[in-house]
């Protein structure tokens, strides 16, 4: 398993055990928000998310010096759990284990998954347009509004945010190819 090392960027991904569905009403979308600035802002960066119903990804660095940022991870998961599984009358555990993490090593891969994860909405046939899936970070690099997402550098990685959206409609990477990991 790849220990998360302090200033690098990290793929991370998970989804519900057995593929059960992680959220399973709008409030388990925003509550899973809520807790991931909770519990991850404080020890990473994040630069991109997508929420689909049963599985994840994010995108992020883990800050400097951070003491096991893995247990920030573990602690989210399992307040998501435990409020979940009261919510649906469940027990047992709804996420498999361990948490996926792939460590980004190269600057073509960063911009690669970023867009993938903007994507895997349309990717899985959720949605016929990922840039109106709302469970994404996506729209967010489109809005003035504030944002915990580190947009201004998500966007630097495309030179401007013309090139960011081009690359998001045009797909330029063969992201299923890419990325097989669900």
């Known amino acids: 398993m790849e220990i998360l090392e302090s200033d690098y960027y990290y793929h991370i991904y998970n989804r519900g055990n057995g593929k059960v569905n992680l959220f399973v009403n709008e409030d388990n979308y925003y509550y899973f928000l809520s807790l991931m600035r909770k519990y991850i802002l404080p020890v990473a960066d994040i630069y991109a998310y997508c929420l689909l119903p049963n599985h994840f990804h994010f995108l992020i660095r ?9 247990q920030a991870f573990s602690n989210y998961f399992n307040a998501y ?50 840039s109106k899936y709302i469970y994404s970070s996506y729209q ?32 330029v990477f063969h992201l299923k190819e890419v990325f097989l990991l669900e």
């Open 62 to 70: 883990i800050k400097d010096d951070v003491q096991n940022p893995s």
């Open 81 to 130: 759990s435990k409020a979940f599984n009261k919510q649906e009358k469940r027990s047992g555990s709804l996420f498999q284990r361990p948490f996926k993490r792939i460590k980004i090593d190269t600057e073509d891969y960063l911009r690669s998954l970023l867009v993938y994860i903007h994507c895997n909405s349309e990717i899985h046939g959720i949605t016929a347009d990922f």
């Open 140 to 171: 967010t690099y489109f809005s003035n509004s504030p944002t915990s997402i580190k947009r201004e550098v998500g966007i630097g990685w495309f030179n401007d945010l013309e090139n960011f959206k081009f690359m998001h409609e045009n797909k």
